[in-house]
């Protein structure tokens, strides 16, 4: 009997699942960050000295001083807080009326899933980074939950979108069909089988949409709509760094690094666990 072949080494690799690894690796530092800013840097990002005004990066600071003459790797440990949360507030709001409302209309049909259809499609249209502008243009106060409720606004239509055609597939899964069959009650046929199959399409998206609402919160304060100081987030960084670009360009250019670093860790996850779901067993 021949032996089996060994598995070679492009085999492993994609059996390692390398955006996912490197996802992990990244939002690892991203959430130590968030929790224990104080671990990186010594440094006080309240604690300014206009002596230091846009002093370039050094060795002990490694991405400099800002106009105020602040650390700006302070400023940004300290500011992922405020963007990450964010981020996971909007995604809390629109994934629960998905869920809720995407799950209804998928399960009932008809008329309410015409109408739903319909207006999804509808407020789709509406680009997010152009619906806050608009938005938020008219207020004078802009908080972290005014800006996370502008987001919500413009978010919710693809999660539903997701979550309503997981509910229709997985009505017509053989499974489902049979517990119908057998009696179970619609509040059974929910929780037991289709939300378990709604809900897993809609946390990979939500993975990579993460990074898309830190970056429409980064292009709304630079614009000037956004967040207001005192306020520290990256798109405050960024807003501060654009009006110095000229003069010192670490200011704009390192906070932003660090900002793709960070999308690029949401949009890695969500395509991880994607290839994860196409090669579990069973698929």
């Known amino acids: 009997m021949p032996s089996p072949s060994p598995v070679r080494p492009a085999a492993r690799l994609r059996r390692w699942n390398a955006p996912l690894g490197v996802a992990v690796v990244l939002l690892g530092l991203l959430v130590a960050v968030v929790l224990v800013p104080g671990a990186l840097t010594a440094e006080d990002p309240r604690s ?9 990066p050094s060795w002990a600071h490694p991405l400099g001083f800002d106009l105020f003459g602040c650390d700006l790797l302070a400023k940004t440990l300290y500011g992922a807080r405020t963007s990450l949360l ?5 995604l809390a709001l629109t994934g629960l009326l998905a869920v809720v409302l995407g799950t209804f209309a998928g399960y009932t049909g008809g008329l309410l899933d015409g109408v739903v259809s319909r207006v999804t499609d509808v407020w789709s249209g509406i680009p997010l980074v152009l ?17 996370v409720a502008v987001l919500a606004v413009f978010s919710w239509p693809p999660m539903l979108r997701i979550v309503r055609a997981s509910t229709r597939q997985a009505l017509a899964l053989e499974y489902v069909t049979a ?40 292009v709304l304060t630079f614009a000037g709509v956004g967040l207001q100081r005192p306020t520290e987030s990256w798109g405050i960084l960024l807003q501060q760094g654009g009006e110095v670009a000229s003069r010192a360009p670490h200011a704009l250019v390192l906070p932003s690094l660090v900002l793709v670093a960070a999308v690029a860790a949401f949009v890695l996850l969500g395509e991880g666990l994607r290839a994860a779901g196409r090669t579990a067993p069973g698929r």
């Open 86 to 90: 964010l981020a996971v507030s909007v």
């Open 179 to 218: 517990a119908r069959a057998l009696g179970a009650g619609p509040g059974r046929l929910l929780t037991r089988h289709v939300l378990p199959s709604a809900v897993r399409p809609l946390l990979v998206f939500a993975s990579a949409y993460a990074g898309v609402l830190i970056s429409a919160e980064a």
């Open 48 to 56: 300014c000295d206009l002596a230091d005004s846009l002093v370039p």
């Open 131 to 147: 619906g806050g502008v608009v938005l938020l243009s008219a207020t004078d106060r802009r908080g972290v939950w005014q800006v």
